[in-house]
T-cell receptor, first 115, second 113 residues
Framework: GDSVTQMEGPVTLSEEAFLTINCTYT??????LFWYVQYPGEGLQLLLK?????DKGSNKGFEATYRKETTSFHLEKGSVQVSDSAVYFC??????????????FGSGTRLQVQP | DAGITQSPRHKVTETGTPVTLRCHQT?????MYWYRQDPGHGLRLIHY???????DKGEVSDGYSVSRSKTEDFLLTLESATSSQTSVYFC????????????FGEGSRLTVL
C-alpha cells in the first residue's frame, strides 16, 4: 500500500537558518503530494501541495518540489522564524482499495526554532 | 474557519465504558473523516463518510464504529474503550472529491484509564 516516510525530529534550528525536512513516498500511479502543518494545540492545516511531477508547491516562504524520479517531496525554507515552530506532516493522496481517494500521512517532524 | 466543531475536546474514561465523539460541520460538505494521532504514527484513518449513511473503514477501524444520519454530524463510537484507544482524535472535512485538501477540527483528547 501507499506509505510516506519522513525524517525523525525534533529538528532544532536557530532563527534565520535554512530548513529542509525530507519526505519520500511509495505509491502506485501518480499521487498528489501535500505538506500539512500543526501548530501547538491545533488541528492540521494545509501548507502546500503539488499534483504532478516537477510541480513546485509554495506558501509562506516554504517550498517543495514533486520529484517522481526520486519519489520525494522535501520541504524547504530559506530563513525560518520562531513562529514556524510546529509539527510538519508530509502526505500523499492515492486511491484506496475501493477506488476512492485517501490521504496517507507520514509520522510528522517537529521543528523547534530558537531565537 | 472551516466550521468544524469537535466535542468533547477532552475526556477521561475507564476501560470498558462506551464513548462517543461528535464532529459537527456547518459547511454542508459530503466528505468527513475521523483520524487518530499518536506519537510516531502520525495520523491514521479510522473511518470516513462520503455522505449520509455512506461510511467505510480506514486502516485502524477495529474497535470503532461511526454513524452519519445527517450531513452535518459524524459520530465516532468506541463501544468498549481500551487503553490502546487513548489518543487525540481529529475530524476532517473535504470540500470536493477532486482535491486532497482536508480541513481539520481542533481535536478531541481521549484518555482511557
Amino acid at each position: 500500500g501507499d506509505s510516506v516516510t519522513q525524517m525523525e525530529g525534533p529538528v532544532t534550528l536557530s532563527e534565520e537558518a535554512f530548513l529542509t525536512i525530507n519526505c519520500t513516498y511509495t505509491a502506485t500511479g501518480y499521487p498528489s503530494l501535500f505538506w500539512y502543518v500543526q501548530y501547538p494545540g491545533e488541528g492540521l492545516q494545509l501548507l502546500l501541495k503539488a499534483t504532478k511531477a516537477d510541480d513546485k508547491g509554495s506558501n509562506k516562504g516554504f517550498e517543495a518540489t514533486y520529484r517522481k524520479e526520486t519519489t520525494s517531496f522535501h520541504l524547504e525554507k530559506g530563513s525560518v522564524q520562531v513562529s514556524d515552530s510546529a509539527v510538519y506532516f508530509c502526505a500523499l493522496e492515492g486511491l484506496d482499495d475501493t477506488g476512492r481517494r485517501a490521504l496517507t500521512f507520514g509520522s510528522g517532524t517537529r521543528l523547534q526554532v530558537q531565537p | 474557519d472551516a466550521g468544524i466543531t469537535q466535542s468533547p475536546r477532552h475526556k477521561v474514561t475507564e476501560t470498558g465504558t462506551p464513548v462517543t465523539l461528535r464532529c459537527h460541520q456547518t459547511e454542508n460538505h459530503r466528505y468527513m473523516y475521523w483520524y487518530r494521532q499518536d506519537p510516531g504514527h502520525g495520523l491514521r484513518l479510522i473511518h470516513y463518510s462520503y455522505g449520509v449513511k455512506d461510511t467505510d473503514k480506514g486502516e485502524v477501524s477495529d474497535g470503532y464504529s461511526v454513524s452519519r444520519s445527517k450531513t452535518e454530524d459524524f459520530l465516532l463510537t468506541l463501544e468498549s474503550a481500551t487503553s490502546s484507544q487513548t489518543s487525540v482524535y481529529f475530524c476532517a472535512i473535504r470540500e470536493t472529491a477532486n482535491t486532497g485538501e482536508l480541513f481539520f477540527g481542533e481535536g478531541s483528547r481521549l484518555t482511557v484509564l
